[in-house]
């Protein structure tokens, strides 16, 4: 009886907290997926990787291997969410683990892939065709292109000294940060995405937030040496250089990127416009 009531406790408690992440997301969709795990420690891994506070919220069934995802529609999609998910280690129909990171899996953890790899091959030639043509597409069109983009804009703004438009391409920048489809980005890159974004927005919010140039300066060094973390593993049409001033930072350093091999000093502006050299070359 004892046991009855504690199972019934635990089981209240546990919808009562959903209920209140859920009341949290916005512009909600909900929608039920097949995730493939083993036990309760998949479990905590897989809704671990799932969560995003405000943003979503999975519940993972380890008997029916089922998923309840809820999600502020507008902030992410449940294909992000999934290949966060599969980073994490954990088959869908829809994103499979890499090989390995599902190895370096506990034991108990690893589950049966079969049914999950076989699901994700057997389509037919022409879905197979159709499939080939949207990964080729997206593989043309860098999902992190206006990132890049704005990232150079606010560089040349500071080359200029000019903290007014500095501000500006921050706030674009922040607007970009927050568009990128991270279900088309590669797993390599979403890996390095998902460490570095939150203080990617941080750097760029203090930036956009003043139009002094000493002080957007301060924040660019952090921001130019997180970019380059994702720059240098992610396709780039044209070679991109990444430069280095040791006056800067108060004698400590400081990188920038640039897509020009010349110098221009983003730290300095006209002051020392020529000083630094290339560390390093992207291609």
Not at 51 to 66: A, D, G, L, P, R
Request: proline share 2%; net charge positive.
């Amino acid at each position: 009886m004892k046991n009855s009531l504690l199972k019934i406790l635990v089981t209240i408690v546990v919808l009562l907290s959903i209920t209140s992440c859920n009341a949290q997301i916005k512009n909600q969709n909900t929608e039920t997926v097949k995730i493939y795990g083993n036990c309760g420690m998949c479990k905590s891994t897989i809704e671990k990787a799932g969560n995003m506070k405000k943003q979503s919220v999975v519940n993972w069934n380890k008997e029916t291997k089922i998923a309840t995802i809820s999600y502020d529609s507008l902030k992410t999609s449940k294909d992000e969410i999934l290949k966060r998910i599969a980073l994490a280690g954990y088959d869908s129909d829809s994103f499979l683990a890499p090989d390995d990171t599902y190895s370096n899996l506990p034991n108990c953890c690893q589950y049966e892939r079969a049914k999950a790899v076989s699901s994700k091959m057997n389509m037919s030639t022409n879905d197979h065709s159709q499939h080939s043509n949207e990964m080729t597409e997206m593989q043309d069109e860098n999902p992190l292109s206006a990132v890049f983009d704005n990232y150079f804009a606010l560089k040349n703004a500071l080359v200029k000294t000019d903290g007014t438009t500095a501000s500006t391409s921050a706030k674009n920048l922040s607007t970009a940060l927050s568009e990128v489809k991270m279900a088309n980005l590669s797993n390599e890159v979403h890996m390095v995405w998902m460490k570095i974004l939150d203080n990617l927005k941080i750097d760029t919010q203090k930036i956009s937030n003043t139009k002094e140039t000493s002080q957007q300066r301060q924040y660019f060094n952090s921001l130019s040496k997180n970019l380059y973390e994702v720059m240098k593993i992610s396709k780039q049409e044209t070679p991109i250089y990444y430069q280095f001033c040791p006056m800067a930072n108060d004698g400590k350093g400081a990188n920038w990127l640039s897509k020009e091999e010349t110098i221009k000093n983003p730290y300095y502006g006209s002051q020392m416009l020529s000083c630094g050299k290339t560390v390093e070359t992207i291609n």
